[in-house]
């Protein structure tokens, strides 16, 4: 019967949302949907957020996840593409501009350090395991994202959703981020639920949010019980 | 009085006018040059470290950096400047020799496949003709090839569009391949691939094969480009080593001695070369107060790379060089979009009721 507490932003509304129908029996949870830079002081994780942490046996990352996303959701009006280093085969958009992975990798990582530091700071102030939750692969299609495009009405209008590929690409770059500084800190990285993947490794429809980036409440229930799975005794 | 050659002279002509008797700021060996620029010319730099100065130079005077190859705009610009973008017309690194260049050319154009395409360094992959301009590498041999392609396409392109190229001889030492004469900037085995004895070859290249080596660039160059000005400069930086088997003060003696004759025979010999002594302006620090080395004696300080400068812009353009501008620079506007409106869907899912 373990008891978790989960700190993250937007992704970790899909495993709210799930929660109540979908959470393992006996397990209890509290949790902290706060901005990563609201989250330190003086490089250390808030005295009243360490101050939740007290008897928690699991502590949960759903920290950050979209700032792949902001430098690939759409089109650049300088194409780009890059070669992931452990899939270089993956076909480039023809004509587009490379940019070298080493530095699309860099850049992720400069957008997600606010981010980085809270799990590193979460990690030094919580003694027991820890799990660090890898965002949701992006969604494929660029109609949903054309349909549901919330505050990037505007962008997408003027500039398209950029090709699937890329944005896996991204997103794939993001977690290898992750799971190093995972790595470095003793933080298990528990990938995406492969039942939410489609062939292609993007989401798969069912778990597909109403807005461009986020798994909705079943996407919730298949993390939840990938993290059951990945609890199990 | 009797008249005699001398009598006719410039102040330039007399150390005494032209040097002792100036400001060591002031002094500036570089004559007007009949090689004009104008903001309208597009410059193209290349070279070896110090040859970065003049890029730098023409920026702060408003004339015409031509650059080929610019990082992605998504990229920050501290991370673009650490992979060597806007550093050189194109993204080729420092260019140390003069058939380096020569073989730069012949690689882009496609005359030319070396058998060292790849190094392995590390967990990934270092493109042996700049090891150091990738941090941390590439990460695919796949994503290596297709850099390199494109930093082909970058290099053409500076080269037939550009008005003037400068050009900075730094070296005459190289490690050349046994296979096939490929040139490296950087010794096998120091920033990359695997050094023995048996494929790899050091070679002091003498003046006369840097004239030649410059020579059939500039051919090539106005192959395509007939209307291409060329200007030479000698870096004054002396050798970080040498594997000559002298000291390496005489080494560097050695080299930048043959490269400043190499220069001056090209300037002399060739139609729109001409000759800038930034060489001349660094050491003059011998002659006058001017202090243009740093505590290391090698590297040079911002008063000597000013003084360069100066003598450049007054030489190439008939313009005194502003002070220096503290540029910020700038965030990509679509991409700064994206991450305030990211923010802003993130907070709303944030405020999604469970």
């Given amino acids: ?233 | 009085m009797s008249e005699h050659p001398y009598r006719a002279l410039p102040d330039s002509a007399f150390w005494r006018r032209a040097v002792e008797a100036v400001p060591p700021g002031a002094v500036n060996p570089a004559l007007p040059s009949p090689l004009r620029l104008t903001p309208a010319h597009r410059v193209a730099t290349a070279g070896s470290c110090f040859a970065q100065h003049i890029g730098d130079m023409l920026v702060r005077i408003g004339f015409n950096f031509l650059i080929t190859e610019t990082a992605h705009p998504v990229l920050d610009p501290s991370l673009a400047a650490a992979a060597g973008y806007g550093r050189f017309s194109a993204r080729y690194g420092n260019i140390y020799t003069a058939r380096q260049l020569r073989q730069l050319w012949q690689r882009a154009y496609g005359d030319f496949v070396p058998v060292d395409s790849a190094w392995r360094h590390n967990d990934a992959w270092v493109d042996p003709f700049r090891p150091t301009i990738q941090p941390g590498g590439f990460l695919s041999l796949a994503e290596l090839a297709a850099d390199q392609a494109q930093h082909f396409a970058a290099v053409r392109a500076a080269f037939e569009t550009l008005d003037v190229f400068v050009f900075t001889l730094g070296l005459t030492e190289a490690w050349v391949s046994r296979a096939d004469g490929a040139v490296f900037p950087v010794c096998p085995g120091v920033a990359g691939g695997v050094f023995a004895d048996d494929s790899y070859i050091f070679h002091r290249f003498e003046a006369e094969e840097v004239v030649a080596d410059m020579a059939l660039f500039i051919a090539a160059l106005r192959h395509r480009n007939p209307a291409a000005r060329v200007i030479l400069t000698v870096s004054p930086v002396p050798l970080v080593a040498t594997a000559a088997g002298e000291h390496v003060m005489v080494a560097t003696m050695e080299a930048k001695s043959a490269l400043r004759l190499a220069a001056g025979r090209l300037a002399t010999s060739l139609q729109d070369v001409a000759y800038f002594p930034a060489y001349e302006i660094i050491m003059s620090g011998a002659y006058h107060a001017g202090r243009y080395f740093a505590d290391d004696r090698r590297s040079v300080t911002g008063p000597g790379v000013e003084h360069v400068m100066r003598a450049f812009a007054h030489s190439f353009a008939g313009i005194e060089v502003p002070p220096p501008v503290h540029v910020t620079a700038q965030t990509d506007a679509a991409t700064a979009r994206m991450a305030a409106l990211m923010t802003l869907h993130c907070d709303e899912l944030l405020l999604d009721e469970t």
């Fill in chain 1, 1 to 233: 019967m373990p008891s978790l507490f989960f700190i993250g932003q937007s992704h970790l509304t899909a495993l709210l949302q799930a929660w109540p129908a979908a959470a393992p029996a006996g397990w209890e949870m509290d949790y902290l949907r706060e901005d990563s830079r609201h989250l330190l002081e003086d490089e250390a994780l808030l005295p009243e957020v360490r101050a939740r942490l007290a008897g928690r046996d699991v502590g949960v990352s759903v920290l950050g996840g979209n700032d792949h996303a902001v430098l690939t959701m759409l089109n650049h009006d300088r194409r780009f593409d890059v070669v992931l280093p452990d899939a270089p085969d993956l076909p480039c958009e023809p004509g587009a501009e490379l940019v070298p992975a080493g530095l699309l990798r860099a850049e992720i990582a400069r957008r997600a350090a606010p981010h980085l530091a809270a799990l590193a700071a979460y990690r030094a102030a919580f003694a027991g395991r820890m799990i660090h939750v890898e965002s949701p692969p992006p969604i494929p299609s660029a109609a949903h994202i054309e349909a549901h495009p919330g505050v990037f009405a505007d962008e997408i209008a003027a500039r398209g959703v950029a090709p699937s590929l890329l944005r896996y690409k991204a997103w794939r770059l993001q977690s290898d981020i992750y799971r190093h500084a995972c790595a470095r800190a003793d933080i298990a990285f528990m990938p995406a639920p492969a039942a939410m993947q489609d062939p292609d490794g993007m989401m798969r429809e069912e778990g597909w949010n109403q807005d461009p980036t986020h798994g909705n409440a079943r996407y919730g229930a298949a993390v939840l019980a990938e993290l059951g799975r990945h609890l199990a005794p």
